[in-house]
């Protein structure tokens, strides 16, 4: 049976569609398909809220159904959360302790028990030696001195993003702060090179990011932006019409900025193609938002030839709500000469600087002259929050005991099962009349990651939401009719994938 998940992987990996034999639809084959996941052991690391701690009203010390312990750090396996089933709690419900399907990792991911002790660490190191924690660590820390934590994260990262050296990394700020650095820097209009070209319905604050950008530079979105449009009733938006854009802007555009996955669809965009054409067609710059691409589908930046990327680290990366954010610039972009000898072919390139952009070893000298570091970490402008640094080096320990390549491999089953199952729901429905809802997500597994956009018949958002949520179920809403249902890889189940289905079925016939 180990050879069928092998065998569902090699299909889907080749953009086929393998269909499920039709025992697939009982609760069983899920649970044999996630006695064979190789990563099935990952969800232990994890504090995935359950039907009880969702109903809390107030904190009650117990972030899980039973104290696990600290564990899930650096390769060291959980120990198991007891399930007892059928105990009466005084609130009368007996599923107190049973996780929620987590659904919205896409959102906000689930968290790493690690993290716990990544904090601890670092309050104890503060109380322990304060001011010297910039310098020293303890020998027995999960961290690093507080000026090696960012780069200690950027090293973590080249198998996430792909990149060719931990110089190419950085973390800090926030997302939308990032996308303003690296626009200060890659969005360089001229009279004739002045528009910026994304897509027709960017996260609202990449489009508000987009629009002040511009018109900082005393231009106007109407003459300066250029976006392009999906397919009105698929919303699918064609790499051919991206490229056709890209040909008939050419001469006119200083940068193309798109998302890695479009978070409303989650639609997989080409990376390496547009980008290599946009390069062909000369335009000066081409960044992509990865906010839901990283930790979600493979990544392979500097092979790719991007010039910068940005990304949060709460989706798919896990490190918490508004935790320090990350941002790639490649290596040609760099001061001074590469790890081979070359010279990056623009020289110093302009910057919004402050003083943490500053090479390290010169940094505390307080010079007037700004010596940028090498490479991203020359972006960055403030002392970095080492709480977030904290998180996010957590989190990225639970990605470093796998790789991108096997998440992905178990996500393109997980997302495919999950699909089938609900055209399987479809099916059923009786025929004629309109759907109760639709797919929007591409069909294509390579134009995805974990996510699927299901659009619902109007009408029917509100009372389906609401069953949906009493069923232990938590996805997330983009109104007026849009739920993205997120099984990521990392910790949900085939279980999970078939007990939504159960649950979202029963949602849509009591809504009717
Ligand atoms: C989640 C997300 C953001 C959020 O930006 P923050 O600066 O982290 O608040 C921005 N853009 C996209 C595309 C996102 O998915």
């Known amino acids: ?60 010390g117990r972030a899980t159904a039973k104290p696990t312990g600290v564990n899930g750090c650096n390769g060291t396996n959980g120990v198991k959360a007891q399930k007892p089933n059928g105990i009466s709690h005084a609130n009368g419900h007996t599923d107190d302790d049973t996780p929620s399907i987590y659904f919205v990792g896409n959102s906000l991911g689930a ?41 200690d994260c950027a090293e973590k990262s080249l198998d996430l993003v792909g990149a060719a050296a931990p110089s190419e990394v950085i973390y800090m700020n926030t997302l939308t702060v990032n996308l303003h650095l690296m626009m200060a820097s890659f969005y360089r209009p001229t009279e004739k090179r002045h528009k910026i070209i994304a897509e027709w319905k960017p996260f609202p604050s990449d489009s508000y990011a987009i629009a002040s950008q511009i018109q900082w530079h005393n231009l106007s979105p109407a003459t300066s932006l ?98 320090i954010a990350g941002a790639f610039v490649h290596r040609k972009h760099h001061d001074g000469p590469d790890p081979d000898g070359r010279v990056g072919d623009a020289g110093y390139r302009h910057r919004l600087a402050g003083w943490y952009g500053a090479e390290k070893t010169v940094r505390f000298n307080m010079d007037k002259v700004f010596a940028p570091a090498e490479g991203a970490a020359g972006w960055q402008v403030s002392n970095p929050s080492v709480v977030d640094l904290a998180s ?73 939401s609401a069953r949906l949520a009493e069923g232990g179920v938590v996805i997330d809403v983009r109104k007026p009719d849009v739920i993205r249902v997120a099984p990521v890889p990392m910790y949900c189940r085939f279980e999970d994938v078939w007990e939504f289905v159960e649950v979202f079925r029963n949602a849509l016939e009591e809504a009717r």
């Open 1 to 60: 049976m180990s050879s069928e998940f092998q065998s569902l992987i090699k299909t889907l990996r080749a953009g086929q569609k393998p269909e499920f034999p039709p025992d697939a639809r009982s609760i069983d084959y899920a649970r044999q398909l996630d006695s064979q996941d190789k990563l099935g052991s990952f969800r232990e690391k994890f504090n995935i809220p359950t039907r009880g701690s969702l109903r809390k009203k107030a904190l009650n």
């Open 111 to 151: 968290q790493p028990k690690c993290i716990r002790e990544h904090l601890d660490a670092h309050l104890e190191t503060w109380a322990s030696i304060g001011v010297n924690g910039h310098f020293t660590s303890f020998e027995d820390s999960p961290l690093a001195a507080w000026q090696d934590m960012a780069a």
């Open 226 to 323: 250029v976006e392009v449009h999906p397919d009105p009733h698929t919303l699918y938006l064609s790499t051919d019409q991206i490229l056709a854009t890209i040909d008939a802007h050419a001469d006119s555009t200083a940068l193309l900025l798109l998302p890695g996955i479009q978070y409303y669809t989650g639609q997989l965009l080409d990376i390496p193609r547009i980008t290599a054409h946009a390069r062909a067609r000369g335009i000066p710059a081409v960044g992509w938002d990865l906010a839901h691409a990283v930790g979600n589908v493979e990544l392979a930046l500097h092979d790719w030839d991007v010039d910068f990327a940005v990304w949060c680290t709460y989706k798919y990366l896990n490190a918490g709500p508004g935790a």
């Open 392 to 464: 996010v080096k957590g989190a990225l320990g639970v990605f470093g005991q796998t790789t991108m390549r096997e998440l992905r491999d178990k996500a393109v089953v997980l997302t495919r099962y999950l699909e089938w199952l609900l055209e399987g729901l479809l099916e059923e429905e009786e025929s004629g009349g309109e759907q109760a809802f639709r797919i929007i997500t591409p069909g294509n597994p390579l134009e995805r990651g974990s996510q699927l956009s299901l659009l619902l018949r109007a009408g029917l958002m509100e009372r389906v």
